[in-house]
């Protein structure tokens, strides 16, 4: 487990453990469980709830989700940026520290534009 | 972690011009948060300006204090500002200040020529509320701000990712501005996603080329680049795919020929002093850039590009002209006389040396103000729905408004290049560039494009003065003093660089020259 | 250093690790491309740009990009690809695309030159770098992935990196021009004029009667009845569609005797 893909290795590890693990609960529950097979008249009817099924079950949603989604693509780039940020802050010193402040204060200047213009406020 | 970072010097002589356009196109966002609706377009339009003139007069304190070799490049040589580019981005602030003058445009109807809330659903009842009483939306000065500085650090990119980011950076605010007429606004919106699209596929276009050209050269910058391109014995494969790749991006932007699809469409969607705006400074910053990567960064290739060049400056000449002649609709007329025009200022380029770089810069500009004025005699000429830009709505003008008619006479007499006006000085130039650089075969596809381009040109003055106004002749509406003076500045230039245009040839040659 | 040549031995040389991850993940890429094409259903082509996406992640995490490969994933699998959707929803189902082409043979005419142009692209790309041995990986991730490109980022192209922030403003700016209405002040609607409004005259201010679908059907589409046999309009959900209804729903259900 060293080397380039040493760490991924392990992830990938513990993804096929997880899945060994669920996949072994469903197994064993599938065979020690009784199977009795009731399928009796109207058991699969929709009854008294739910809408009544016809057309797609597609609905429109209103554009402000769309805004909401834009603010989060513009600031999962910033965070993009201030990950290699975090790693050279210190050896770069005050100056990078600045350039990064610059970088999120206008940032921050469009996140004030939507709050002040009410694209925030959900009513 | 290791070793410290050793922050770059940056020459702030140099970069207050972008800085100033930054910050104030920020400064701009922030009235449009805090300042009340009443004010704003007051304080926007005064913020513009100054932050306009002040970069301005940086860019000419720069000039005045000399540029020479040793102090053009900053920020570890990824930009630079050298003669061209100063004078690219003195050119750009003086048209772009002139642009604005026609959007901030106030009087020639109610709330100007931009729609208030262009997320209001177009024809609605609200829609037809906002359109006869609201005042249009005052985001457009930062947004063109932002514009005007991408731009300007587009013409002085030393580096292929800088120009990358400048060429989104003044991209995306035109897409915006371009969805924002307040008449038609669906034809507007049509524009705007179709230049957004198509935008976005020249943008990959030009990425995909930056990167076959690192694969070729190891580098982005220009100086590596064409130090790679002298010494390396490596096949050119992988240069010449990715520089056609990067020219596909750049023709887009300028609108040569089977890149100029969208010129049309957009021109004639826009509202009009944004189709000003991007016909004068999206062209100048284009072609600025276009020259700094062939002049700078592709030098000893150029036995290969000129002829793939030549052939399209030819087709966009011939192609533009031919079908300026069957317009009826004048802002597409003007449209397609820019795609022509672009394929003139490509020869300018494929001139080659100095000769060829000053001619340019100089059509640039005479281009500029010439194509400015013309957009804003467009926004006077109007009636109940807006302007009316048919061609056989201007039949007769000259009869009802002498003056007017004169003036985009004269107009159209220096887009067809007649003598003792702007357009001709700059077809001189251009052409004297390009037989001075042995291209003599461009010329003579030029003179020809300029015979069937003065067709159109002179229909439009002949259906002005020859015909009988009708019952729908519109009238020219009276300009408000801010478009009275971008008409007045651009006519003036027009006129001014046909009769004594040694002072401004003089500054073109002077600045004709990119320090690599 | 020592994390990248272990699976890229020497410069040049793909390993067995890069290549089993490629030639699973390869066919994978390009399936999800094909079928973003091919799917009719505008979500099924969303999803499957979806796999195309991650699987261009773990090819950059594999060519010792991990920073790269990384920022694919985050802001593509995730931030975009939730923004396509949202966009795919806001369009709604019934937007399909016009079958009906504008241009005559415009289709096959678009295929044929994409072939070329990838045909040729590939072509000339495989032959400029056949027998090119690559070189600078080992130089540029000496300090580490993220380490080099954050040395780039605050050196070189600082002036870039602030500029970028611009971009993102403007991009914030439009999309809160375009998409977002600014309501006036007298646009909102307050709780008391709510009220006032619910109590107004003509206005039936209790809860709505429910559908009749407890009494004689399983289908919420049937009006519940009032006392004198006629079906009660506001008794069905306004969004539902007004269709016939078929015997067996209307029929009165066998409650008793079962």
């Known amino acids: 487990m060293d080397g380039y893909l040493g760490p991924y290795a392990t992830v990938g590890l513990l993804l096929l453990v997880g899945v060994l693990i669920i996949g072994g609960a469903f197994t064993a529950n599938r065979l020690l469980r009784p199977s009795r097979p009731n399928a009796a008249d109207g058991k699969f009817d929709t009854y008294e709830c739910g809408l009544d099924p016809v057309e797609g079950g597609w609905a429109q949603v209103h554009i402000r989700y769309y805004i909401y989604a834009y603010l989060y693509v513009l600031f999962a780039v910033e965070a993009v940026f201030l990950f290699p940020w975090a790693v050279v802050y210190l050896a770069g010193g005050a100056k990078v520290i600045a350039e990064m402040a610059v970088f999120v204060a206008v940032l921050a200047l469009g996140l004030l534009y939507a709050w002040r213009k009410q694209a925030l406020r959900w009513l | 972690m290791g070793d410290t970072i050793s922050f770059p010097h940056l020459d702030y002589a140099a970069l207050w011009p972008m800085l100033i356009l930054f910050g104030a196109a920020c400064v701009g966002v922030l009235v449009e948060a805090f300042v009340p609706k009443a004010w704003r377009n007051t304080v926007q339009l005064v913020l513009s300006l100054l932050a306009m003139g002040a970069a301005l007069v940086m860019v000419i304190k720069r000039a005045a204090a000399g540029v020479t070799a040793a102090n053009a490049h900053t920020a570890s040589d990824a930009i630079s500002i050298d003669k061209a580019g100063l004078f690219l981005q003195g050119a750009l602030l003086v048209l772009g200040i002139v642009s604005l003058l026609l959007i901030g445009e106030r009087t020639l109807e109610t709330g100007g020529p931009f729609v208030a809330q262009a997320a209001i659903t177009v024809g609605s009842e609200a829609d037809r509320r906002q359109a006869a009483r609201e005042s249009g939306a005052t985001e457009v000065y930062p947004l063109a701000l932002f514009a005007l500085a991408g731009m300007l650090l587009f013409v002085t990119a030393n580096d292929l990712l800088v120009m990358f980011v400048a060429l989104e950076v003044f991209s995306l605010p035109l897409y915006l501005l371009c969805a924002l007429a307040r008449r038609k606004r669906l034809l507007s919106q049509e524009a705007a996603v179709k230049y957004f699209l198509l935008g976005a596929f020249a943008s990959a276009f030009f990425l995909f080329g930056v990167a076959m050209v690192y694969g070729f050269a190891n580098a982005v910058d220009f100086n590596s680049i064409h130090a790679n391109i002298s010494t390396s014995d490596k096949p050119f494969a992988l240069l010449l795919i990715g520089l056609a790749m990067l020219a596909i991006g750049l023709l887009f932007k300028v609108a040569a020929v089977p890149f100029h699809v969208w010129t049309p469409d957009v021109y004639q969607g826009a509202p009009t002093p944004v189709t000003a705006f991007m016909a004068a400074c999206t062209k100048a910053a284009a072609f600025g850039g276009l020259a700094r990567v062939l002049y700078v960064g592709f030098d000893r290739s150029n036995w290969n590009f000129t002829p793939v060049l030549g052939v399209i400056a030819v087709l966009t000449m011939l192609v533009g002209a031919v079908l300026a002649v069957t317009q009826t609709d004048l802002k597409r007329l003007l449209a397609y006389s820019s795609v022509a025009n672009a394929g003139y200022l490509l020869v300018g380029v494929l001139g080659g040396g100095a000769a060829g770089l000053s001619s340019m810069l100089f059509y640039l500009v005479a281009y500029g103000f010439a194509i400015i004025a013309a957009f804003a005699l467009l926004t006077l000429v109007r009636d109940a729905d807006g302007e009316a830009t048919h061609l056989s709505r201007w039949a007769g003008l000259g009869r009802r408004s002498p003056f007017f008619a004169s003036v985009f006479t004269f107009l159209l007499l220096a887009f067809a290049g007649l003598p003792l006006t702007s357009g001709f000085t700059a077809k001189f130039a251009v052409f004297g560039a390009a037989i001075g650089g042995g291209q003599t075969w461009l010329v003579l596809f030029g003179v020809l494009s300029s015979i069937i381009l003065a067709f159109p040109y002179l229909r439009v003055i002949v259906m002005m003065w020859l015909s009988e106004p009708g019952d729908t002749t519109p009238s020219v509406s009276i300009p408000g003093a801010l478009t009275s003076a971008a008409l007045m500045v651009g006519v003036l230039v027009t006129l001014l660089l046909g009769v004594a245009p040694s002072s401004l040839l003089d500054l073109a040659n002077n600045a004709a020259s990119f320090v690599r | ?258």
């Open chain 3, 1 to 258: 250093m020592t994390l990248a040549t272990e699976v890229l031995a020497a410069a040049g040389q793909v390993g067995t690790g890069e290549k089993v991850v490629f030639f699973i993940l390869a066919p994978l890429a390009v399936v999800g491309a094909l079928g973003m094409v091919i799917a009719r259903n505008a979500v099924h082509s969303a999803l499957w740009l979806v796999l195309t996406m991650l699987s261009l992640g773990v090819f950059y995490i594999v060519q010792t990009g991990p920073f790269i490969g990384m920022v694919q994933i985050i802001v593509y699998t995730g931030a975009i690809m939730m923004l396509f959707l949202f966009v795919l929803m806001l369009v709604g189902r019934d937007a399909s695309d016009s079958v009906i082409e504008t241009l005559r043979g415009q289709k096959v005419a678009a295929i044929i030159l994409g072939v070329g142009l990838a045909g040729l692209l590939g072509f000339g790309v495989y032959e400029a770098t056949r027998g090119i041995v690559p070189v600078g990986l080992e130089g540029a991730n000496a300090a580490g992935n993220v380490q080099g490109i954050a040395k780039l980022l605050f050196t070189k192209y600082v002036w870039v990196f602030e500029v970028t922030s611009a971009l993102l403003i403007t991009a914030a700016v439009g999309a809160m021009l375009l998409a977002h209405r600014e309501r006036a002040a007298g646009e909102r609607v307050g709780q008391v004029a709510m009220m006032k409004d619910r109590f107004r005259p003509g206005n039936y201010p209790g809860p709505k009667p429910g559908p009749g679908v407890f009494a004689n059907s399983t289908s919420v589409a049937t009006p519940a009845k009032l006392p004198d046999g006629t079906p009660a309009e506001r008794s069905i959900s306004p969004i539902l569609p007004t269709r016939e209804l078929t015997a067996a729903e209307i029929a009165n259900k066998p409650t008793e005797g079962k």
